[in-house]
């Protein structure tokens, strides 16, 4: 037992220098291996650090491309009609815009959706001109047509009109782009200037909401531009609150025979103008603007109030100043054709028929009873000519065959109580 204890002893003063210098060697040995790790943290991230300062750590030596900038983001190409560019006819907008299908053009506005172009105009015995014109404007990139009926109380054939004018304007009311309002305001038997005047302007008033421009011109007149593709791209270009559109009117020159009915396009059938426009202008210092002659575009919130179909009130302020009118013999570059006279035939129609005979005015010289509507055809038609003019012409092929795609009215109803007169 007591070798056993000696020789416990002598093993443990053995092993224990020996663990010590076990420890010493390990100890080296973890400090050479801290050093070496430290060395190589100087050229790279750790991975705790990777993601957020990667790209601050990266060794200057090895430097990577710039990345390629993105593609450009491509813009909307214009629209090809209505856009404004050198060596752009009307002729080639118009050519473009039948492209598309009737139905397809114009809007109904709202509120919310308004249209950027509206007309506000009053009707009476317009009925075998309405298509034409619709769709000719239609090309022209006007959104949507508000249309006073005329409607006298005292008028034996109202209702047929009214009858017609639905008739007619069916395909364009369905498409959403007319709304056709029977106005019963009227206080003579036939519509007077008055009449007229209380119907645009209520038409303004209940629409200018749903539009942010508007033009008042008629039936019988046709927007013709000379330095514009369209009258769109007048609107989309200008800054002003209002554009004064002087007019030419046009005679009865070069109108062949109407028998049984006028045949053929207003825009083809008529080519003989006044030499001059008719205009007369009023300086925005009065916040008046318009002419005699010529009729109005402009923005809806300028407008205060209406004068008569040539002339309306601005509210003042820099965004509602308008385009001061050309002076004569200036072309601004866009106009009116005023067809207002036509054939002798047409004229005696819509003035001295049964329904139109009547008191139109307390004036003796609106009263339709002492009128020689032949002989006011003749000084009418001698008054507006000297310059052929056959601007139009060349649009006639498209406007046709887009009338072509309409629904076909026969001709009695179209001219309903036509008398061709010839004395």
């Not at 008028?155 to 007319?178: C, W």
């Not at 645009?200 to 039936?219: G, L, Q």
């Not at 330095?227 to 002087?246: D, S, Y």
Request: proline share 9%.
């Amino acid at each position: 037992f007591s070798l056993m204890r000696l020789s416990s002893r002598a093993l443990a003063s053995l092993l224990l220098p020996a663990m010590a210098l076990v420890m010493l060697w390990g100890g080296f040995w973890a400090l050479s291996q801290a050093g070496r790790s430290m060395a190589d943290l100087k050229g790279r991230p750790t991975p705790l650090m990777e993601g957020r300062h990667q790209q601050s750590l990266r060794i200057d030596a090895v430097k990577e491309p710039p990345p390629s900038p993105p593609p450009p983001t491509p813009t909307p190409s214009p629209d090809p009609v209505h856009v404004h560019q050198p060596a752009y006819s009307v002729y080639r907008a118009v050519e473009l815009a039948a492209q598309q299908n009737i139905s397809a053009m114009g809007k109904n506005c709202t509120r919310e959706d308004k249209c950027l172009l509206a007309v506000c105009t009053a009707i009476w015995f317009e009925v075998p001109y309405l298509r034409e014109w619709l769709v000719y404007h239609l090309l022209q990139g006007i959104d949507h047509f508000y249309l006073m009926n005329l409607h006298p109380p005292l008028s034996s054939v109202r209702d047929e009109h009214l009858r017609a004018n639905l008739i007619v304007l069916r395909p364009f009311i369905d498409a959403g782009q007319v709304t056709l309002r029977d106005f019963t305001d009227c206080q003579y038997q036939v519509p007077a200037l008055g009449d007229q005047i209380r119907a645009i302007r209520e038409c303004i008033f209940k629409a200018k909401p749903k539009a942010i421009w508007m033009i008042d011109h008629d039936i019988d007149e046709f927007f013709f531009p000379t330095k514009f593709p369209t009258l769109r791209a007048l609107v989309l270009e200008t800054k002003a609150g209002a554009i004064p559109i002087p007019w030419y009117m046009y005679g009865a020159k070069g109108d062949p025979p109407a028998v049984p009915f006028p045949q053929g396009l207003v825009i083809e059938r008529f080519t003989e103008r006044a030499p001059v426009m008719v205009y007369q202008g009023t300086s925005n210092a009065t916040n008046q603007f318009g002419r005699m002659n010529g009729k109005m575009l402009f923005r809806t919130s300028c407008f205060r109030e209406m004068m008569n179909p040539h002339s309306i009130y601005l509210w003042p302020g820099i965004n509602c100043t308008a385009v001061e009118p050309p002076g004569v013999g200036q072309d601004p570059g866009y106009h009116l054709k005023h067809y207002q006279t036509k054939s002798q035939a047409e004229w005696v129609w819509k003035r001295s028929s049964n329904w139109y005979t009547g008191l139109r005015s307390r004036d003796s010289r609106w009263n339709s009873r002492n009128r020689d509507f032949v002989d006011e055809h003749r000084k009418t038609s001698l008054m507006f000519s000297g310059v052929e003019d056959d601007d139009m012409k060349v649009l006639a092929p498209i406007i046709r065959a887009k009338l072509q795609d309409l629904p076909r009215v026969k001709d009695h109803v179209m001219w309903f109580g036509y008398k061709h007169r010839t004395r």
